[in-house]
Nanobody, 121 residues
Framework: VQLQASGGGLVEAGASLRLSCVGS????????MAWFRQAPGKEREFVAA????????SYGHFVNGRFKISREYAQNTVYLQMDNLQPEDTAVYYC???????????????WGRGTLVTVSS
């Protein structure tokens, strides 16, 4: 499975970013998709997941309604809309694919390269 994340950048606190992760046509549709992040010096943590049918959505405890995950099958893309970003959201964000929306939260089968999000105060 080939996954390519993009959309990161440097923003100020309170700003928004939309991350994208594009998969290949053959391998995107059968998988649940998720986003993870890893801040400097910290372990990778779960951000959001979306099921095969675009449902079964879940978020990490810190999201508090600020992020929204979605997927576009025609574009083989999963998005992460992030609003009201804060400095503690600074991290490398990774997309991942797995066999279900539940399993992908803890045991993704495939990882994409990350995209760096930096939020200044």
């Amino acid at each position: 499975v080939q996954l390519q994340a993009s959309g990161g950048g440097l923003v100020e606190a309170g700003a928004s970013l939309r991350l994208s992760c594009v998969g290949s046509a053959r391998t995107f549709t059968p998988y649940a998709m998720a986003w993870f992040r890893q801040a400097p010096g910290k372990e990778r943590e779960f951000v959001a997941a979306i099921g095969l049918d675009g449902g079964t959505i879940s978020y990490g405890h810190f999201v508090n309604g600020r992020f929204k995950i979605s997927r576009e099958y025609a574009q083989n893309t999963v998005y992460l809309q992030m609003d009201n970003l804060q400095p503690e959201d600074t991290a490398v964000y990774y997309c991942a694919a797995g066999i279900s929306a539940v399993v992908v939260r803890s045991r993704p089968n495939y990882w994409g390269r990350g995209t760096l999000v930096t939020v200044s105060s």
